[in-house]
């Protein structure tokens, strides 16, 4: 165990899951602005086929939850935000400013990070 109290597996799921986050939603900044925008949002402007796409690879963080042992709970909600994503975000123009504020793998992150630190 490290100084988090989480075993280097743990450690190792919650930083591939932060990089994915990071990529997916937030990695590159907006000029003038403190939002940023990742790989879903550019991916996202292909309609439908795009956020599909960006959908299945957000499903990697609702498998290193259920890796994890995260309740069942958990796993709705990440899969509740994967869902809002794809199903707003395959609506054209909105769906692509929605993506600049609904990020739905840097929540997912977040839930992992709770449930793995709030043990």
């Known amino acids: 165990m490290s100084e988090s109290g989480l ?6 799921a919650l930083r ?4 994915l986050a990071d990529l997916m939603d937030d990695a590159v900044t907006i000029p003038g602005t403190n939002k ?6 550019l991916i996202g402007l292909v309609p ?21 042992g995260a309740d069942s ?10 869902a ?13 400013i929605f993506d600049i504020f609904w990020k739905s793998n840097v929540r997912n992150a977040e839930l992992l990070e709770e449930h793995l630190t709030g043990r």
């Open 73 to 82: 709970g958990i796993i709705k909600k990440m899969l509740f935000n994967i």
């Open 36 to 41: 940023g925008i990742g790989l879903d949002s």
């Open 7 to 12: 075993s280097p597996e743990e450690e190792g």
């Open 16 to 19: 591939r899951v932060r990089l």
């Open 48 to 68: 439908v086929s795009g956020d599909i796409v960006t959908a299945a690879v957000s499903l990697y963080t609702v498998g290193e939850a259920v890796r994890a």
């Open 84 to 96: 809002v994503d794809l199903g707003v975000g395959s609506i054209p123009v909105l769906g692509d």
